[in-house]
């Protein structure tokens, strides 16, 4: 046996978004279930067929997907809410959906970020029912791969103790009677795998890779111990990642035949436990040595380095050279790229690049550096050109982070003090109603936009749009009496490249697109030098908007740590300075709208959770740098001006007074997919400032009732004071149509009225 080459998994959307495209069509009804299945099986193949052929000899099968993977084992065991009326046997795709999507009579289950990536998974809800096998996906794949390309794939499942930790419904007091439903599943799953000559299978934890207590550690001992008295054939191997193992002697001593290890993001303490404690020389050691959250190309040479490293304490015959985690976080295909800058494009790896960065590093160490001499150049040359270019060494921006101890980063005014003041400017009603920011990007909006970008129509014809659209919502937001208004971003094709393609220091691609949730695909912009200010970026809109009524019109914008998270960063420079370059330009924004008559102004921060790192003694640092940068860039307006924020799927028990500590006048949260969970966190904790419970999903198609946001406003109302309580829906209604966008906030007003006339009712008594 001798040094391998593996991937842990691989992008799904298909180079041009062909899964996006296959998905959204079943959804209309334009196509059928049978050409739904054959689409994205053409897609599996491919995306197989390729690692194949790029010289990797375990590829992952199993990590395909229609929606999601957490979802995809929750329904192969059976593990499906009431709610969906399922009553055994195989699961159809109008229930599958109907979980991660909602139906017109049913709640979808709740969304939430993918441990610290922008990636979002469907929770799995345990309602203590009896759990089966419903399907064998990871066997049907293997068996898939295995007729029609002859490869001999690696199935792969999400593992049983981060299934668990990932699932919501049950107390710590049930975990042991969960467990005993569940094991017996991943069992079943395990010996028919076993029985078909599947040699090895992986199990992703990355939960091991979180701040967990070692009485969880004996339990994932346990665990493993059940599944390997049951698998005696086929081998375990354990993958983690995006982080190093909390508890490294513990997991190396689990009873599988492999671990693999992230030794990009967790390698100064993976790296550092590895020699301090060794590895067992009969497991295989998987070095996860390319980055696969980042799209920057290796540097080959200081990849053998480590790889000289970490031989020093693994033997080459048990060594597997493979990304540090899945794929899916990057972009497909460099090759689709014609536009950019060529020292830039030099510097990129996707996908694809990476698998063959993957086989080179194993060529190298199976037959030795001088066999790619001509990889290791070119790869070398690539890093340093790109580390010279002036756009990376602007003594201006550089300065400006260097003195950011002296820059204002605080309101001068309390927020008691400011409450005051704005709602004497503002004099808005009880339970003020809003929206997040955008509405309905139509298939029109888009159209115009991509003839605007092809040079097909003017600068003024698209401008003149735009406007028309704007007119347009502000008009149907007058009707349907929202108090506090948005022009509605068409002018945007996404929250963060909008502001850095306006923004020194991004470079935008064509095609790198990258999965989000469902098939809401993103293309994050790439941070690749200093970022500066160059112009006002948002002020024409906003102004042109607030023309159009007395309503209060909030100024949009997304908020430093979020334009961080969302992008591609650069990998030379600390992610704090990077924020606060980013926090800096945007503080010249918000001066720009306030100078302009807004003074209500939205500044997003809906990625500051995904941001906070798996281990929690490293929360504090983060969360410092991430605040303080937030504050930054609000920090300069007049006492008059409120500042609004909007955060995702946040667990904010964990961090709420970092929330408070933001300074916004006011922030909205998304909580109706969690049925109102969320507001719990403040029966705990005092929060004084304005805030805004999502009311209804606006990731799902369904009109929500009036009763349903009657009950959401009345459970958080039961834990927060009416006069900060302000209604809204989760998020944008970028992906809504305007039908049912019009619909569901008209049903959000009269809710509100509704609960509006309890509460004179209550107070008249």
């Given amino acids: 046996m001798t040094v391998i080459s593996s991937t842990i998994g691989y992008p799904y959307i298909g180079e041009n978004r062909e899964w996006k495209r296959a998905l959204e069509s079943f959804w209309a009804g334009k196509t059928s279930e049978e050409q739904l299945l054959q689409v994205t099986k053409d897609i599996r193949l491919s995306r197989l067929q390729k690692q194949k052929e790029s010289g990797i000899d375990l590829i ?25 009326g399922w009553n055994g046997g195989q699961v159809p795709l109008s229930t599958y959906f109907s979980m991660a999507r ?78 005993l439903q569940l094991l017996p599943l991943y069992e079943k799953v395990l010996v028919e795998l076993q029985a078909e000559g599947v040699e090895w299978i ?64 967790g390698l100064k ?27 920057w190309r290796a540097n080959l040479q200081n990849k053998l380095a480590l790889l000289d490293t970490l031989q020093q304490h693994v033997s080459v015959e048990n060594l597997w050279i493979q990304p540090s985690c899945s794929l899916q976080h990057v972009p497909v295909t460099i090759a689709s790229e014609q536009k950019l800058d060529s020292t830039i494009k030099t510097a990129l790896a996707f996908a694809d690049e990476k698998i063959v ?49 002296n820059v204002p980063s605080k309101r001068p005014t309390p927020f008691a003090e400011r ?40 600068e003024q014809q698209y401008g003149d749009f735009v406007f028309d659209e704007i007119k347009q919502w502000v008009d149907i937001q007058e009707k349907i009496g929202l108090d506090v208004f948005v022009h509605g971003e068409f002018e945007r094709t996404d929250m963060v490249e909008y502001f850095g393609e306006k923004l020194d220091g ?30 006002p970026m948002t002020v024409k809109e906003s102004v042109y908007a607030q023309s159009l009524t007395d309503k209060p019109m909030k100024g949009m914008l997304t908020g430093p740590v979020t334009m961080l998270n969302w992008s591609f960063v650069r990998d030379d420079l600390s992610l704090k300075d990077v924020t606060y370059q980013i926090a800096l330009a945007l503080q010249k924004e918000i001066e720009a709208l306030e100078a302009e008559g807004i003074h209500m102004i939205q500044v997003d921060e809906p990625a500051l959770r995904e ?128 039908e049912e966008t019009v619909a569901s906030l008209e049903n959000m007003l009269t809710a509100t009225k509704k609960v509006r006339e309890q509460l004179t009712a209550v107070s008249s008594n």
């Fill in 419 to 458: 409450r005051v003041k704005q709602e004497d400017a503002f004099n808005l009603p009880l339970l003020p109603t809003t929206t997040i920011g955008s509405f309905p990007q139509t298939p029109e909006v888009r159209a115009t936009r991509t003839k605007w970008r092809k040079g097909e129509i003017t």
């Fill in 611 to 738: 941001g906070l790192p798996l281990k929690k003694d490293e929360w504090n640092e983060y969360l410092d740098w991430a605040v303080n940068a937030f504050r930054i860039s609000t920090a300069t307006v007049q006492d008059t001006t409120q500042i609004h924020t909007h955060m995702c799927y946040c667990d904010f028990n964990h961090f709420i007074d970092s929330i408070s500590a933001l300074d916004a006048d006011v922030i909205s949260i998304e909580t109706s997919r969690s049925h109102g969970e969320l507001v719990h966190a403040f029966n705990t904790f005092h929060y004084d400032k304005g805030i805004g419970l999502g009311v209804y999903d606006i990731h799902s198609p369904r009109v929500p009732s009036v009763e349903e946001m009657v009950e959401i406003i009345e459970k958080g109302l039961e834990v927060l004071d009416v006069k900060q309580f302000w209604i809204n829906p989760d998020c944008g209604l970028k992906t809504r149509k305007k």
């Fill in 506 to 535: 991004y470079v935008f691609t064509e095609k790198a697109w990258v999965v989000s949730y469902g098939s809401r695909c993103v293309k994050p912009p790439i941070i690749y030098g200093d970022i500066a200010f160059v112009e």
């Fill in 269 to 295: 303490n993976n790296q550092k436990s590895l020699e301090a404690h060794g590895f067992p020389a009969d497991k295989v050691f998987g070095a996860g040595v390319i980055d696969g959250r980042n799209i």
């Fill in 102 to 179: 909602g139906n017109a009579s049913t709640v979808a289950c709740e969304m939430t970020k993918w441990f610290d990536t922008n990636y979002h998974y469907i929770v799995p809800e345990y309602e203590g029912r009896k759990l089966a096998v419903t399907e064998n996906k990871p066997l049907i794949e293997y068996r898939e791969a295995k007729q029609e390309l002859g490869i001999e794939g690696k199935p792969v499942l999400i593992g049983p103790y981060t299934f668990l930790k990932l699932s919501k419904g049950y107390e710590t007091k049930d975990i042991p009677a969960f467990l």
């Fill in 202 to 265: 992986q199990l992703d934890e990355p939960i091991l890779s979180t701040t967990i207590t070692q009485d969880e550690m004996k339990t994932v001992h346990e665990i493993y111990s059940q599944l390997q008295k049951a698998v005696t054939q086929s081998k375990l191997f354990i993958q983690t990642y995006f982080d190093s193992v909390e508890w490294y002697e513990e997991t190396i001593a689990l009873p599988v035949d492999g671990i693999g290890l992230d030794f990009v993001h």
């Fill in 357 to 405: 960065e993957v086989a080179t590093l194993v060529k190298a160490v199976r037959e030795g550096a001088d066999t790619i001499v001509h990889e290791l150049r070119e790869s070398v040359e690539a890093c340093e050109q790109l580390a010279q270019l002036p756009a990376r060494n602007r003594q201006d921006v550089l300065q400006a982070v260097n003195n950011i101890g």
């Fill in 60 to 84: 992952p099968v199993g990590d395909f997907t229609l929606y999601d993977r957490v979802l995809d084992t929750a329904v192969m065991f059976g593990m499906i809410p009431e709610r969906y």
